[in-house]
């Protein structure tokens, strides 16, 4: 299986921030990953697919990028409603795995 | 636009199947792939597995030996069954669509979820 690691796996930060979240695979995975946002109760969401391509409807504040191991979801400008839980999730191989999470609370 | 369902028993107990539906709604189950999530409660997520709507499907090989997804593309639905559950796959189910388009490949859309407990 592949491993996907997320870091942090908490952040505090502020309205308008700019932050950056790490998800590094076990092995390379080109760019076959994708990037959810949970908020609690809800089910997660897609934001980001193939590394670095913006789902219709998502914010131009998020981005993706990196391959092979190395990945980063970045949020240009924190909104309130930004703070949630995200997960990386490739789709290289099966199982489809999914990093541990990181929470993104307000500092 | 497509929208998906869960829908089943919240409350399993020790030993027996769980067994849950996902209908589709807004649109057709054919040609994709269908999916089946879970997240034990305050915990990460966990792919159990997909069907096509041929029938051809692809499992978690850590649960592989408990799950069967089916298909009935004439009621736009699809099914999980876990057998043989214990306290361990207590967890919110989700289902999803998962599109494949060579590189491209992700969940979208995800159902509500439903939390299921196996207690006695």
């Known amino acids: 299986d592949i491993q996907m690691t997320q870091s942090p796996s908490s952040l505090s930060a502020s309205v308008g921030d700019r932050v950056a979240i790490t998800c590094r695979a076990s092995q390379s995975i080109s760019t076959y990953l994708n990037w959810y946002q949970q908020k609690p109760g809800k089910a997660p969401k897609l934001l980001i697919y193939?590394?670095?391509s913006l789902q219709s409807g998502v914010p131009s504040r998020f981005s993706g990028s990196g391959s092979g191991t190395d990945f980063t979801l970045t949020i240009s400008s924190l909104q309130p409603e930004d703070f949630a839980i995200y997960y990386c999730q490739q789709s290289y191989s099966i199982p489809r795995t999914f990093g541990q999470g990181t929470r993104l609370e307000i500092k | 636009q497509v929208q998906l369902q869960e829908s089943g028993p919240g409350l399993v107990k020790p030993s027996e199947t769980l067994s849950l539906t996902c209908t589709v709604s807004?649109?057709?189950?054919?040609?994709?792939?269908w999916s089946w999530i879970r997240q034990p409660p305050g915990k990460g997520l966990e792919w159990i597995g997909y069907?096509?709507?041929?029938?051809?499907?692809d499992y978690n090989p850590s649960l592989k030996s408990r799950v069967t997804i089916s298909v009935d593309t004439s009621k736009n639905q699809f099914s999980l069954k876990l057998s043989s559950v214990t306290a361990a796959d207590t967890a919110v189910y989700y289902c999803a669509r998962w599109w494949d388009y060579g590189d491209r490949k992700w969940f979208d859309p995800w159902g509500q979820g439903t939390l299921v407990t196996v207690s006695s």
């Open positions: 193939a590394a670095s």
């Open positions: 069907i096509y709507d041929t029938g051809s499907t």
């Open positions: 807004g649109g057709s189950i054919s040609s994709y792939y």
